[in-house]
Structure formats: C-alpha cells, structure tokens
C-alpha cells in the first residue's frame, strides 16, 4: 500500500539525517555568472526590519548597514574599517583653535538621480535633522556644533545663526561651541549624512516622518547603491548607482538585506546557502563552528561593555565597599569562558581598548578583598546581608549569565542574590525609574572613541539610571573636552576609569565581541562599530 | 431573523466597542513606551516626539481623537515603524497569514483525512496503529522542533528548499507542510473516530450484502457522516491557524500578521496594537455571527430564543 512506502521512506530519511554529519556551509553562486567568475552580488543577514531608510529618522544598527549603502556622509572608515577617509568630502581643514571646520566636496559628487551633491544640500539635510517639527532622535548627535542644540529645542528659529555655512557650492563651514576632538570619527554616523530635500519636499514635506520618499520607485540617494526593492520583513535589495562619483572602486553589484529576526534560523539560512553573512551566530554553536567550520566562524571584537548598573541609592548599595565586595567577588574569566564563550574578554574598567585610548584604569583587589570590604561594611561572611535582585531582560544567555553569578556571590561571599527579568521595555522602564538593585546591561560605542563610554556617567545623564553623581567627575568630563593635547586628554580619562573603578556605580563583565558565520571568500573588513564601508566588501576569486 | 440578526450585531459592536477602549488604556498604562530604548533620548528630544506624535496631549483627548480616525477608517501611523501607516501594514500582511492558513488546512486534511480514513478502515491492523502513533507523535511534538528539523533534511541536506522566506512559490511547502502536521494529527484522529461509528451502522452493512466494493462503501457512504465531527472541529481550527502562527511565522520569517501582532506589544508600537486586536476581533467577531446565523436559520429554536 502506498502508505506503508511513505512511511517507511519518511523514518528512513529521517535516521540518515541523524548520522550525516552537518553539511558544509555553501558557496555556491546565485548570480549565475559564468564558471570561474567572481560572485559581485551578497546576501546578507541584518537581524531586524528596518524601521525606516532615512538617516535622519532611523537609530538601530540593522538600519546602519543599508543606510550606509545608500548614503554617503562626509568621511567614511578605510579599506581596513579603520581610520578616517574622504568620502562624500574631499578633502577638509580644522582651524587652529580647532573650532572651524571646512570641507571641500568631492566635484564629482552626484545624487543618484544625477543632481550635484552640493554644500547646500548638506547645510538644508542639518536643518531637516534639526528642526523640532520631525523630532529626530539622533539631532542631539550634532550638538556640538553652534546653535544646533538650542535650534532642535525651538530656542533658536533662524537656522542662519547656527554653525553651518555654505561658503560656494563646493564648500561647506562647520563651527563648533568648543573644541571637539571626535568629532570626525562622530560624522560617520548616520546622523550626519545628506537627504535628498527636492525628493522628500515631493512628497508630504520636510518635517513629516516616514513619508513614500524611501520608497524604491520614488529614493534618491548619494551613496554607492541605489535602492531597488523593499519587501517589509522578507527582503531589501540594493543595486549599484550609476551616478555614484567613485563607481569603480565599488565590486559588488547587488546587496540582498534578510531582516532575519530569529538567530537559529538565520544559521540555517547560512547552512543552505541563502546568506553568505549572518548578523549573529548561536551561542551554542560557536564550538561546533570552532571545531569543524574554523574558516566560516569569525568573532570581531565590538566595541561595547556588559556590566551591571547598580543602584546607588538603595542600602546597602549606598556603601561604595559593598559595591567594590561584589564587582571583586565574582570570577569573569570563568563566565567568559564556560557560559558565554564568544571570543570576549573580560572587563575590570569602563572603557574597552581601542586604537586611540588603552585605559590603565583597573579594579584594584581579588576574592580575600572581597570579603574584607563586606565584613566592614558590616555584613562579614555575608550574614545580615539582605537578598537584592538582579534583573535583566527576557533571554537565555542573561539568564544563564545572572545564575552564574547568583552562584558565585553565594559561594564567595555568603550573600543572596536572586535574578529577576522582565520583559525588554518593563526592563528599561526599572531602570530608568531606578527600580532595581542590580541590572544587567549593555553599552555600544556610537563612535570610536572613549568620550562614548564616559559621558553616560556624568551626573543626571539620561542613561547613567544608577543615581550615581560625582562632581570630580563631571568636572574632569569638561576638562577632557577642553585638553590640550589627545595625551592629555586620554591621560584624564584614565583618571575618570580610575575614579569609576573606585567608587563602582556599575559592574563590569566583560567587553563584546560580535560572532557570526560567513562564507570563507568573503572579505568583509572588521569594523569596530559595525559599520560597513561597502567599497571594501567583495568577493576574492 | 431580521430582529435576530440586528441584536447579534449591535451585541458584537458593543463588544468591539469595549475591546478598543480597554486595549487603549491598558497600553498606556504598562511601564515603558514606543520611545523607552537602551539609549535614551534627550528629555528636549522626547518632547519633539511626543509632540509630533500627539502625546502630549491629555489622554481623553487622544482617545477620542483615535476614535475619530477610527470612524474614518484610518488606523494611524505606526510608531515603530514611521515609514508605514498602520493601515498598510495590515494590508500587506493579513493576506500573507491568509494564505499560510488556508495552506496549512488543506495540507491537513489532505494528510489528515486520508490516515484517518485508513486507520479506520483497516481497524486494529498495523496500519491503524502506525497512523494512531503518527497522529499521537504530531499532537505532542510542538512546530518549533518539527520546523527545524524538516528544514535540516529538505533544506540543509537535499538542498530541495530554503530555509526561510515567503519569496517564492517552493517557499510556501515546508512552513504549510508543519503547520499542516500540527492540525492532521487531530483532524486524522477525529476522522478515524467518525468513521469508526458510520462503518458500525446497519446502512452500511447492507451497502456491504449488496454487493458494493469497499471504495464505494467508505467514498460514497460513510464519508458524508463520518467527517461530520471533523466539520465540528474546523470552525475553532481555522480561527486558531489565523491568529496562532506567530511560531512558524518567527521559524520561517514569514511576514504576516501573527509575528506582529505580538511583536507589536513588545514594541509599545500603541497604533498597531490597536489594529491588530481591532482586525482579529472583527475577525472572530464575524466567523462567530456567521455561525450563528447558520445556526438560527437551520434551527428556529436559536432564533426565537435570540
């Protein structure tokens, strides 16, 4: 009977899939080119749905990766994802008191429905991200410059007094409040980068948010792809723009974004051969990458920091020596290497390495430290100490994380600690509302350089949510921006992480690393804040 | 009937009436909203937003002013999502969910009915317990093991699918297959057990003395009433199929409405929800008013009592 023959097929296939061992990850093409011929299109795994494709609306890093497809800001990172090189400016000059800022556009510069991309454009794309009516999330990102701060509040009505000035069509003046030394590494944020405002006045004008302007029939933009297809929650492709002024340094010819939000099916997507790149790799599969598919596992660092906020105005937290008992007393390599076990390295400051700044700051003590600090804080062995919470939000790896550590206060410290989540915006609501002992958390550099990782501490901060305020500190925050040189200015910072260090408002775990799975031939350069410059993307042979 | 129909549909508009103004409320009041994110916004920044968003406005006021883009039929802006209207997205979603649904019950019936049919037919033989084990087997085992596991063998190891996607049209067979597997289990089940009870009775026997082969007897004969309780099951079950993908639309990133329907509550997205419990309420709403007319108009009793 034709049932018994399916069914037997059907357990046969089965067991024989249980005994083969995991396909090798595809490299097969899909552009159909000839044989022998390198592939020039990508399929490419971005974790989310984008919100939105205009720069000036978007804030995630899934919207970053198309968005820097599509645009083109001032300066862009190198082949290598490092450093500062020319892109839609040619060429720029910082006046002495490194106040003025003058940028000379590329002459060829064109928009890709083949207007010239002028200083005007860019001046008029400031104020469309400054005006208050579109309430853009990102214009505290252009604070630095005069007037743009009180221009977004609505203080400011004449955008002619701001800092901005088109000096010709080629040529663009920035003006700054007070020196900023990151301030080109910050331009290479989105926040920056130019609109089309022809395109968006077309359609529902400057200030309304998510307009058709994105749309593929109806996008303009200045960057080396142009938008083709947008499929919500099944695909985005993008395609090569014919106006793009350094067309042929670009090779690939097509981008395909999967906004795959499920990280086990996105490695499956892998293991068939549907992407070439995965936003994210399992935690649990990174052994089995390492042992048998060493050449399709990469693991970047990224600059980031998990720590645990905590909260300075609830007893005993109050006690800096109870704070500095529980950053001491707990073991990172161990979580590093057996629960997380992505490539991280543990953390006992607040400010990963990077290629400008290598803090020296370090948390002073070990495990007999610990437990000194808690019996003078009067709780010796623990007795006495109350049970305090640490939450986190919804997730596996969290949860593993916060009963791993729950284990090791218990056992070094003789204290009760007990993990809590919370689903994601309940999470963030605690904290902002200092409702919590201890919370997990996490922190990823905007731009490349240490100010991101210090000014979140300064009193009142709208993401410090410990409670913790310490005038020193604010003040050296100030002091840092007006150094006279970068040493001096690094050397202030490693003062800051010293103080941080000391006084423990939150607790360092370890700093991120960004595991993904990628085909062998792929050469993706390492960035440090995930963002692509897509003319060093490309396939060799 | 007129009367009956009029206060069944002024009982199920009273009804939505409530669920939009509790859903409304009960979004305002859980902790964190569409803008709460790791990195906060400036309280000058916030003010922008709630600004243009109408936020900051009294809370009465917002609701009415829902209820007035309501009656326009206008579902809003999405908050997560600004380059979408809410209208849209729905627009472009619900058919998606539609189709996998619609998929996914003919798969099981196409599965189910036959294994039932058989089990019964061939009752106490190794045929019916092979078909009684598999039923058991795709009740207890849940999508989000059979997924992935059908798309190690299809997708990963003979290459024959994607492992995700609404794309193509090969795409639609593993996510409707799983689906289907789910709800064959019991559509097989309650099918053996219908026709179990038909094939008992005398009409059939006599079918049988008279000479007629046993495909005619089980087509002709015993299917009209044997599936009879499997009609039960199908009016639960297709509402269920619509509103419960969320698991496979997440396995196979399908884009229809089931994922955002949750996600949207994680997002605080306050327009969306909306629309989404409005559209499945007005769903459900209407499959029940359906049923209940078919029911008045088989049944007077239904009706008179009304």
């Keep these: 009977m034709f049932k018994r023959g399916t069914c037997l097929a059907l357990f046969a296939v089965l067991l024989l899939a249980g005994c083969k061992k995991g396909a090798a990850p595809a490299t097969a093409s899909s552009s159909g080119g000839p044989a022998g011929a390198v592939r020039t299109d990508l399929n490419y795994g971005n974790g989310t749905e984008p919100q939105d494709l205009d720069p000036q609306i978007v804030t995630g890093v899934p919207e970053n990766k198309i968005v820097n497809a599509l645009f083109e800001g001032l300066v862009a990172y190198g082949p290598k994802g490092t450093g500062t090189t020319p892109a839609a400016a040619e060429s720029w000059s910082i006046s002495e008191d490194g106040l003025v800022y003058t940028f000379k556009l590329q002459p060829a510069g064109k928009w890709s429905n083949g207007d010239p991309v002028t200083a005007g454009d860019f001046v008029r794309s400031f104020q469309r991200i400054l005006s208050p009516g579109l309430a853009s999330e990102y214009a505290n990102k252009l604070s630095p410059v005069v007037g743009a701060a009180e221009f977004n509040e609505g203080k400011l009505t004449d955008f002619g007094k701001t800092g901005f000035k088109v000096l010709d069509a080629r040529t663009l003046q920035i003006t700054l409040k007070r020196p900023t030394p990151f301030l080109l590494e910050s331009m290479k944020h989105y926040a920056w980068f130019p609109v089309h405002l022809p395109t968006i006045e077309k359609f529902g004008g400057a200030t309304r948010k998510g307009t058709a302007w994105t749309r593929p029939k109806n996008f303009v933009g200045n960057g080396p792809f142009v938008l083709k297809e947008w499929a919500m929650q099944q695909r985005i492709v993008v395609e090569t723009s014919p106006t793009y002024w350094d067309k042929k340094s670009v090779k690939l010819t097509r981008i395909v974004f999967f906004p795959t939000e499920n990280i086990e099916t996105e490695e499956r997507m892998f293991r068939t051969g549907q992407l070439d790149k995965t936003n994210e790799l399992p935690l649990d599969k990174t052994a089995v990458y390492r042992r048998d598919h060493a050449d399709s596992l990469r693991i970047d660092p990224l600059l980031g920091i998990y720590f645990f906020r905590v909260n300075v105005t609830r007893p005993p937290l109050t006690d800096k020596r109870v704070r500095r008992a529980l950053a001491l007393g707990i073991d990172r390599k161990q979580i590093v290497e057996r629960v997380v076990n992505q490539g991280q390295t543990p953390a006992y400051n607040a400010c990963p390495p990077m290629p400008s700044f290598t803090s020296t700051a370090r948390l002073q003590g070990d495990l007999e430290e610990a437990k000194r600090l808690l019996a003078e804080a009067g709780f010796p062995d623990g007795k006495g100490f109350p049970r305090i919470d640490l939450l986190h939000n919804t997730s596996q790896n969290h949860k593993k994380i916060a009963e791993a550590l729950q284990q090791m206060w218990r056992i070094n410290l003789g204290i009760d600690v007990a993990p809590v989540n919370q689903e994601w915006k309940v999470y963030l609501d605690s904290q902002d509302t200092l409702n919590y002992s201890l919370s997990r958390a996490g922190w990823v550099a905007d731009y490349v350089d240490p100010n991101t990782f210090f000014d979140l501490w300064r009193t009142g901060d709208g993401n410090n949510d410990t409670g913790f305020g310490n005038a020193d500190y604010d003040r050296m925050l100030e002091e840092a921006l007006n150094a006279p040189s970068e040493a001096a200015r690094m050397a202030i910072y490693t003062k800051m992480d010293t103080l941080l260090m000391d006084e423990v408002p939150f607790i360092p775990l370890y700093f991120y690393t960004r595991a993904f799975a990628i085909a062998p031939k792929l050469h993706y350069p390492e960035n440090s804040v995930e963002t692509p410059n897509w003319k060093y993307v490309y396939w060799t042979e | ?306």
């Design chain 2, 1 to 306: 009937m007129l009367r009956f129909f009029a206060s069944r549909l002024v009982q199920s508009l009273l009804a939505m009436f409530v669920i939009i103004t509790a859903t409304f409320f009960m979004l305002r009041f859980v902790p964190g909203g569409p803008f709460t994110a790791e990195k906060a916004v400036t309280p000058e920044i916030l003010r922008n937003l709630e600004a243009h968003y109408g936020l900051d406005q009294p809370l009465w006021k917002q609701y009415l002013d829902y209820l007035g883009s309501l009656l326009r039929g206008d579902f809003g802006p999405s908050f997560k999502y600004p380059n979408r209207t809410v209208n849209e997205i729905l627009a472009d979603k619900l058919p998606v969910s539609l189709e996998l649904g619609v998929l996914s019950l003919v798969a099981a019936l196409l599965i189910g009915l036959p294994l039932g049919t058989i089990a019964a037919v061939r009752r106490n033989t190794w045929m019916d317990y092979t078909g009684s084990s598999i039923g058991m087997v795709g009740i207890s085992v849940p999508t989000f093991v059979v997924g992935p596991l059908l798309v190690l063998v299809f997708g990963i190891h003979l290459r024959w699918f994607n492992a995700s996607g609404w794309y193509s049209f090969e795409d639609r067979f593993l996510p409707c297959l799983v689906l289907g597997i789910a709800y064959a289990a019991p559509i097989s089940r309650l099918t053996r057990g219908g026709m179990l009870e038909v094939l008992n009775q005398d009409f059939i026997r006599t079918a049988r003395a008279k000479g007629a082969s046993e495909i005619r007897i089980v087509f002709k004969h015993a299917l009209r009433g044997g599936l009879l309780p499997v009609v039960s099951f199908l009016g639960p079950a297709i509402a269920g199929i619509l509103t419960g993908s969320f698991v496979i639309e997440t396995i196979f990133q399908i884009p229809g409405l089931g994922r955002e329907f949750v996600n949207s509550a994680f997002n605080r997205d306050y327009t969306l929800v909306l629309g989404t419990v409005i559209l499945y309420a007005g769903l459900i709403m209407s499959l029940n008013l359906a049923a209940d007319l078919t029911q008045a108009w088989m049944n007077p009793k239904v009706r008179l009592e009304g």
